[in-house]
């Protein structure tokens, strides 16, 4: 993975900042510390703090908590910003209110394909089914500060440098049912050019185009 400055007037319909951003989730995906380094340098002065704090902390779903570590101790570094004092994270008692919240967030994601969805992580194993929505979609994915689909865009964004095919194809049709433009996801797939392996991103918009119906 390389790291190259983008001339954001040829990311197709997508502000600069979220190009930014998914860009920044891809590098946290698979990039190297040096990439990680300078990726953060740059998105620093471009990226208002609370999505780069929202998209480090989903960014453990998908990337592993080691790599979410070193990406927020680098942009504490980077950015000079301090966390805050409290979150909604730390309050156990809100449980009840992530599973709802959770059960909600999956289902916008997956639309038709939730029920489904549902049935196959029990048939894996119930904890799963369960902390997929408690933890995934509730604690982490519904949570404000981020709207649901800039996080798909990063995660399209992680899933395409993560070679992560099968959730790529979920998460191109989960854009689409929260309301992310098919131009959003054009631009996404644009900016991760110099940033995703060739072969990668080439198989993206293969997937992509045949979601389109193409």
Not at 73 to 83: F, I, L, N
Not at 126 to 137: K, R, S
Request: hydrophobic share 50%.
């Amino acid at each position: 993975m390389t790291v190259v400055h983008r001339d954001d007037r040829i990311v197709r319909s997508l502000d600069a900042e979220t190009a930014v951003l998914v860009r920044l989730s891809a590098v946290v995906t698979a990039g190297t510390e040096a990439e990680l380094r300078l990726a953060i340098a740059e998105a620093a002065p471009l990226l208002r703090p609370v999505w780069a704090d929202e998209l480090l902390l989903q960014s453990y779903l998908f990337a592993g908590f080691p790599r979410m570590l070193n990406a927020a101790r680098e942009w504490r570094k980077v950015s000079g910003g301090a966390a805050l004092a409290d979150d909604e994270g730390v309050h156990d008692e809100m449980i009840a209110e992530w599973h709802v919240r959770g059960e909600a967030t999956c289902e916008a994601v997956y639309g038709e394909m939730y029920p489904r969805l549902r049935e196959n992580m029990r048939t894996l194993h119930p904890a799963i089914d369960a902390w997929m929505i408690v933890e995934g979609y509730g604690k982490v994915l519904g949570r404000p500060g981020l709207d649901l689909a800039r996080r798909e865009l990063c995660i399209i964004a992680a899933c395409v440098a993560g070679r992560q095919d099968r959730q790529l194809v979920s998460h191109l049709n989960g854009a689409i049912n929260v309301g992310a433009p098919a131009g959003w996801v054009d631009g996404t797939l644009d900016a991760l050019q110099g940033i995703a392996a060739p072969d990668a991103l080439q198989r993206a918009r293969m997937l992509w185009a045949r979601v389109q119906g193409k």
